[in-house]
């Protein structure tokens, strides 16, 4: 039986390819899925992937990550920053969550530079583009395995 991982998207992230492409590229969030689901067909991963701009709808695919998943690949967006529920929510799960992020936000606004999330994953990838996705799938098949 072919393994379930959520890959979850929090905040305007369905504005990719629209909205600071100097930032973030020029891929949509349907690009991004896509190509997420081509990368779990190829590590035997079924991906389920979602978008909300609403905080309460990521805590509430968390808990159902815990009963259908292998594992979480979450960009959280600014909840990343901002969110409590979400970090609440990573540790009250048994499977591992990664946080990824497209941006390198190290390099950013300094209110980017702390994630109160971080501390619930499992590790973090940030900066390499759409590619974060990837390389998070991947972290998840090493870990998961």
């Not at 349907?30 to 067909?41: H, L, S, V, W």
Request: charged share 20%; glycine share 8%; proline share 3%.
């Amino acid at each position: 039986m072919t393994q379930t991982i959520f890959v979850l998207n929090g905040p305007n992230l369905n504005m990719l390819g629209k909205r600071e492409p100097g930032i973030y590229g020029g891929k949509t969030l349907k690009d991004i899925e896509a190509d997420c689901k081509a990368a779990g067909r190829e590590l035997g991963f079924d991906v389920d992937f979602r978008q909300s701009n609403h905080e309460g709808t990521l805590v509430d695919w968390f808990h159902e990550a815990d009963d259908k998943a292998a594992g979480v690949a979450i960009n959280a967006g600014a909840y990343t920053h901002t969110s409590v529920a979400l970090h609440d929510a990573i540790r009250a799960i048994s499977i591992p969550v990664i946080e990824l992020h497209i941006s390198n936000v190290h390099a950013r606004e300094e209110f980017r530079h702390k994630s109160m999330i971080a501390p619930a994953c499992k590790g973090v990838i940030c900066g390499f583009g759409p590619h974060s996705y990837i390389l998070a799938l991947h972290a998840l098949k090493n870990i998961t395995a």
